[in-house]
């Protein structure tokens, strides 16, 4: 389903840029729409101009490179036509997607990305000293994004001349179908 978003605005009507399964649902995800052009354009609504417009969804396309997840447009055919004319600001918004390498692809496609994402399992995990041994199992479709295994911790450093404190850092690590992954674990020595 792709029907929780806003028709007034653009952004996170359900707070999240993810699919998601709603209460109540067993096997539904729900992928919420996050740009329309109607919202955008209309009068009524936020009754913006192209330049405005560009300028919202760029501000929108920003949350999304920094926080990951999925962007759902939803541009009427209608809307490129002459009665409309919102052909520039979908024409840049598509050039932005290409720019920053995104899988433009349809709601199924996405949801189905998403679900095979919502079963990779951990089959084995060995943890040593400096390192941790990862076995995950994945079944994401050939063609189709990959994944990664984002790594958080908080480790002490020092500041010239200052007390330790605590510096979050994350790591990425490629995820594919059965491999091992072989995670290093930074220790504060590491980052002298």
């Known amino acids: 389903d792709s029907t929780s978003g806003y028709n007034d605005a653009i952004g996170f009507k359900a707070g999240t840029t993810q699919a998601f399964r709603p209460p109540g ?3 539904l995800l729900e992928l919420p729409v996050n740009i329309q052009d109607t ?8 009754g913006l101009n ?15 490179k920094a926080n990951g997840g999925a962007v759902t447009v ?5 809307s490129l036509g002459p009665e409309r004319l919102w052909t520039e ?20 496609n996405a949801v189905d990305w ?3 994402r919502r079963r990779i399992a951990f089959e084995n995990v060995e943890i040593r000293k400096a ?3 990862v076995k995950l199992k994945s079944d994401l479709p050939i063609g189709k994004p990959g994944l990664c295994l984002r790594t958080h ?6 500041e010239v001349n200052g007390p330790a404190r605590p510096r979050a850092a994350s790591f990425d690590f490629a995820i594919r179908n059965g491999q091992d992954l072989n995670l290093f674990i930074p220790t504060p020595e590491s980052h002298n």
Not at 74 to 78: F, T
Not at 90 to 99: D, G, N, P, R, V
Not at 153 to 158: I, L, N, Q, T
């Open 25 to 27: 649902a067993s096997k």
């Open 39 to 46: 919202a955008l354009f209309f009068g009524s609504r936020m």
């Open 50 to 64: 192209n330049k405005e417009a560009s300028a919202a969804v760029k501000q929108l396309l920003t949350h999304y």
């Open 74 to 78: 939803n541009w009427h055919q209608r």
């Open 89 to 108: 600001p979908y024409l840049a918004l598509l050039e932005s997607f290409q720019k920053d390498g995104a899988w433009v692809t349809s709601a199924k």
């Open 114 to 116: 998403f679900a095979a």
């Open 131 to 133: 390192s941790v041994r």
């Open 153 to 158: 911790y908080a480790s002490p450093y020092r």
